[in-house]
């Protein structure tokens, strides 16, 4: 069953702009009941089995990778697979995971998160961000967090670019004076 969290993590992703997807292990029924659950299964997604994975090609998979939101029955290829299909149509990727099958995917992603409380040492390794109390909700937080400070940096950077060329015009001003007396 999902976490308790889990809901409103979705929700607050979604909020934010991100594409949740499910990529498990379990059964495709059950996988999709939790999906629906959660909101990240809606009326018009799609859900593929690793099986159907192989049989498409990797083209036709990134063709229409984001017609799906479910993947159930999947091995460790078939993550890194779905993970290079949503990057090769632009997204930025991030995985999140805990177990070893997990580690390729997390590896290849944009932002590997791995779970720390129960991670396995591989996930743990492959990941470039570790949460240690394996709350979803703390990856929506994360989100929140690095947005902000990407936002500050950038007014930051665009202010320092200016007054920069504020110093070099009046330089510039000044040598022109000077030269003029």
Same mark, same amino acid.
Not at 125 to 137: H, T
Not at 167 to 176: K, R, T
């Given at each position: 069953p999902p976490r308790p969290q889990a809901k409103a993590a979705v =929700?607050?992703? @979604? @909020?934010?702009? &991100?594409?949740?997807?499910? !990529?498990?292990?379990?059964?495709?029924? /059950?996988? =999709?009941? &939790?999906?629906?659950?959660?909101? !990240?299964?809606r009326s018009k997604d799609r859900s593929l089995t690793g099986a159907q994975l192989d049989a498409m090609s990797q083209k036709e998979l990134s063709r229409h &990778?984001?017609?799906? /939101?479910?993947?159930? =029955?999947? $091995?460790?290829?078939? +993550?890194?697979? !779905?993970? +290079?299909?949503? @990057? $090769?149509r632009g997204a930025v990727v991030a995985m999140t995971g805990d177990g070893i099958n997990d580690a390729p995917a997390i590896k290849n992603a944009d932002v590997g998160i791995a779970m720390g409380a129960m991670g396995s040492d591989a996930a743990i390794?492959?990941?470039? !961000?570790?949460?240690?109390?394996? +709350?979803? $909700?703390n990856i929506a937080r994360a989100i929140r967090v690095a947005r902000k400070t990407m936002r500050i940096v950038h007014q930051n950077i665009v202010f320092a670019i200016g007054v920069k060329l504020l &110093?070099?015009?009046?330089?510039?001003?000044?040598? $022109?004076y000077t030269h003029l007396r």
């Open positions: =929700r607050e992703c @979604q @909020q934010a702009g &991100i594409l949740p997807v499910m !990529i498990t292990g379990d059964h495709i029924v /059950t996988a =999709r009941a &939790i999906a629906k659950e959660l909101g !990240i299964l &990778i984001f017609e799906y /939101t479910v993947f159930a =029955r999947v $091995s460790p290829e078939h +993550k890194v697979r !779905i993970v +290079k299909a949503f @990057q $090769s390794e492959a990941a470039d !961000i570790v949460l240690m109390d394996d +709350k979803p $909700s &110093i070099l015009v009046l330089a510039a001003v000044a040598v $022109s």
